[in-house]
Each structure stands twice: as structure tokens, then as C-alpha cells.
T-cell receptor, first 114, second 114 residues
Framework: AQSVTQPDIHITVSEGASLELRCNYS??????LFWYVQSPGQGLQLLLK??????LVQGIKGFEAEFKRSQSSFNLRKPSVHWSDAAEYFC????????????FGAGTILRVKS | KAGVTQTPRYLIKTRGQQVTLSCSPI?????VSWYQQTPGQGLQFLFE???????NKGNFPGRFSGRQFSNSRSEMNVSTLELGDSALYLC?????????????FGDGTRLSIL
């Protein structure tokens, strides 16, 4: 069955420190990969996506992610975290045959300490 | 350009009632998808509509239904409400159906069942 795993439920980092959020997927075909961010009381905002090509993709707010096919991973990174980055982050996967249906991971809550 | 608009933002219903939620996609977007978000089950795909036709359906009972109008606006209906239907219902739009595309989410409708 298709699945997306975000192993870390909570992560706490100091402001200015680097960040890496992990995402692993289980699919037979090449997936389409997304990272979304959700602030309390709001919907999801798209940070970045990977469809094909360069495996290192750049997104908004200084985020980047790297697709590693051999590890079935799509980890999100940011070199220096700001207090405003505190939110919940979701990794999502889509498959061409399922159209716009996305399968989401359980999310990682990021806390930023000053 | 206005984003995805969901109304109402909050709803309180009692068990056994039915409810209708509305979603207006980004202007020019023709595909609308619906997701349910709960603390226990996370984000789960309900269905996708494109050109007034349901293209994909998630694993939800028949009490959950939807439709799309010729102007791409969509509604979802939940009949015979149960306590477990309490959730944040998110609508997302994308320019077209067929294949995977980045989706743009609204801020959701928070449904509480008493």
C-alpha cells in the first residue's frame, strides 16, 4: 500500500540553527513529491515540489529538499531557521494514475527556541 | 489573485444532522479536491472534482458526497453526522485535472459535532 512516513512527530531547533525534516515514501512508481507547511488555524501552503529533473529543489522561504530515489526519501532542509518557521510540516506524494489525490505523512511539528 | 475561499470557517452541528460546506477555487482553476484533517487520522483525501465530474474518491462512507458547479465552485455534503466527523475540512484547487499538479489550499472549515 502507498504510504508516506515522517519519522519525527516533534522537532525543536534553536533560532539560527539548521533544520532537516525527514520524509520517506513507499511506492512502486516514480512519485510526485511535495512539502507543505501549516500554521495554526490555517490551511496548507506549498513550500516546494519535485516532479522530475534536478533532484535538489528550491522552494519558498529559503527551504530546499533533495530527492533520493535509492533511499525513497525527500528530506526538507533549511540552513538557518527563523522563529516564524515554527509550524507543522507535511510531506505529500502523488501518483499520475491517481490524478490530484495526495497522500500525506503524519506531519512534523517544528518548534523554534530563541 | 484571490486564493481558495472556504465557507463557513466554523460550524457546530449535532449528531444526525447534515451539513454542506462550500469551496470557491482560485480563478481559472478547474480542479477541486477535498481533504479531511483530524488529530488521529491526519490528512485524508475525500474526493476530486473536475469539469463537474468526480475524478477520484477516497475511502470514506457514502455519507460524504460532493459536487462541482459549472463555475468550478464545489460543495461537499455530509449526512447523518457522527461525532467522528469532527474535523478540519480542507479544499484545494489546481488548474486542471488529469495528472498530478501543485494544489492550493484554503484555510478550511472547522466542523464540530456535539
Amino acid at each position: 500500500a502507498q504510504s508516506v512516513t515522517q519519522p519525527d512527530i516533534h522537532i525543536t531547533v534553536s533560532e539560527g540553527a539548521s533544520l532537516e525534516l525527514r520524509c520517506n515514501y513507499s511506492y512502486g512508481a516514480t512519485p510526485y513529491l511535495f512539502w507543505y507547511v501549516q500554521s495554526p488555524g490555517q490551511g496548507l501552503q506549498l513550500l516546494l515540489k519535485y516532479f522530475s529533473g534536478d533532484t535538489l529543489v528550491q522552494g519558498i522561504k529559503g527551504f530546499e529538499a533533495e530527492f533520493k530515489r535509492s533511499q525513497s526519501s525527500f528530506n526538507l532542509r533549511k540552513p538557518s531557521v527563523h522563529w516564524s518557521d515554527a509550524a507543522e510540516y507535511f510531506c505529500a506524494v502523488g501518483l499520475m494514475e491517481y490524478g490530484n489525490k495526495l497522500v500525506f505523512g503524519a506531519g512534523t511539528i517544528l518548534r523554534v527556541k530563541s | 489573485k484571490a486564493g481558495v475561499t472556504q465557507t463557513p470557517r466554523y460550524l457546530i452541528k449535532t449528531r444526525g444532522q447534515q451539513v454542506t460546506l462550500s469551496c470557491s477555487p482560485i480563478s481559472g482553476h478547474r480542479s477541486v479536491s477535498w481533504y479531511q484533517q483530524t488529530p488521529g487520522q491526519g490528512l485524508q483525501f475525500l474526493f476530486e472534482y473536475f469539469s463537474e465530474t468526480q475524478r477520484n474518491k477516497g475511502n470514506f462512507p457514502g455519507r460524504f458526497s460532493g459536487r462541482q458547479f459549472s463555475n468550478s465552485r464545489s460543495e461537499m455534503n455530509v449526512s447523518t453526522l457522527e461525532l467522528g466527523d469532527s474535523a478540519l475540512y480542507l479544499c484545494a484547487s489546481s488548474p486542471r485535472g488529469g495528472g498530478v499538479q501543485p494544489q492550493h489550499f484554503g484555510d478550511g472549515t472547522r466542523l464540530s459535532i456535539l
